[in-house]
C-alpha cells in the first residue's frame, strides 16, 4: 500500500495537522487509532472501504469533522470526571489541532 498524509479541512476556523494514512485502491488504512473512535481503545488501526479514493477520502473527511465537532470543542471542565471514554477521545483529537481560532 501507498503511504500519503491526509490533510483534513479546517472546521470552524480550526486548522489540523496532516494524518498518515495508506491507500490502495478503495481502501485507506488509518495505521493509527487517533482519527476514529471505533469504541476499541487498544485498537492500533482502522479501515475504510468505499468505491473509488475521493468517496473514501470523503468518508475520512467526514467521519474526522463528526468526531472533532463531538469532541474537539469540549472544555476540560465540561467533562465530568469519571468520563473517561469523552477525557480520551478530546485528547486524542485535540492532538491533531494545528492552531486554534482566536475567540
Known amino acids: ?3 500519503f498524509l491526509f490533510q483534513p479541512d479546517s472546521i470552524d476556523g480550526y ?3 496532516p494524518i498518515p494514512i495508506e491507500i490502495h485502491l ?3 488504512k488509518i ?3 487517533e482519527i476514529l473512535d471505533d469504541d476499541a ?3 492500533t488501526e482502522s479501515l475504510i ?3 473509488d479514493r475521493n468517496e473514501v477520502l470523503n468518508r475520512l473527511q467526514t467521519a474526522f469533522g463528526r468526531e472533532f465537532k463531538r469532541y474537539g470543542k ?3 471542565s465540561e467533562i465530568r470526571p ?3 471514554e469523552t477525557k480520551q477521545a478530546r485528547t486524542r483529537i485535540r492532538k491533531h489541532i494545528k492552531n486554534m481560532p482566536d475567540r
Open 1 to 3: 500500500m501507498s503511504k
Open 31 to 33: 495505521p493509527t487509532r
Open 41 to 43: 481503545i487498544n485498537n
Open 82 to 84: 469519571i468520563d473517561y
Open 26 to 28: 478503495g481502501i485507506i
Open 15 to 17: 486548522e489540523f495537522n
Open 74 to 76: 469540549l472544555r476540560e
Open 49 to 51: 472501504v468505499g468505491a
